[in-house]
Nanobody
């Protein structure tokens, strides 16, 4: 059973930065893609950023220029660097992994942007 464990969420002031991590229980090269989604209260879960096994990245428009997805192959870990944070970035951030028709989710990590 694939396990994804997120960490790094917390409270940050507007304009601040935060780094999220997602540790996978197996090699990230076993997945077609990995990425991050978020869900704010009362809203649907939405894509933030993804990275394919080949390294191709895809960002939501709101994430472009502010957020960066990266990975450490040796650590089986995917990262999401959040920058220039706004109050509307407040949400639970979820790690996601896909392999063919299967999808796995982490438990989520809360990011709160507030002064």
């Amino acid at each position: 059973q694939v396990q994804l464990v997120e960490s790094g969420g917390g409270l940050v002031q507007p304009g601040g930065s935060l780094a999220l991590s997602c540790a996978a229980s197996e090699s990230i090269f076993d997945f077609n893609s990995m990425g991050w989604y978020r869900q704010a209260p009362g809203k649907e879960r939405e894509l933030v950023a993804t990275m394919t096994v080949g390294g191709t990245t895809n960002y939501a428009d709101f994430a472009k220029g502010r957020f960066t997805i990266s990975r450490d192959n040796a650590q089986n870990t995917v990262y999401l660097q959040l920058g220039s944070l706004k109050s509307e970035d407040t949400a639970v951030y979820y790690c996601n992994a896909r392999r063919l028709s299967k999808t796995w989710w982490g438990q989520g990590t809360q990011v709160t942007v507030s002064s």
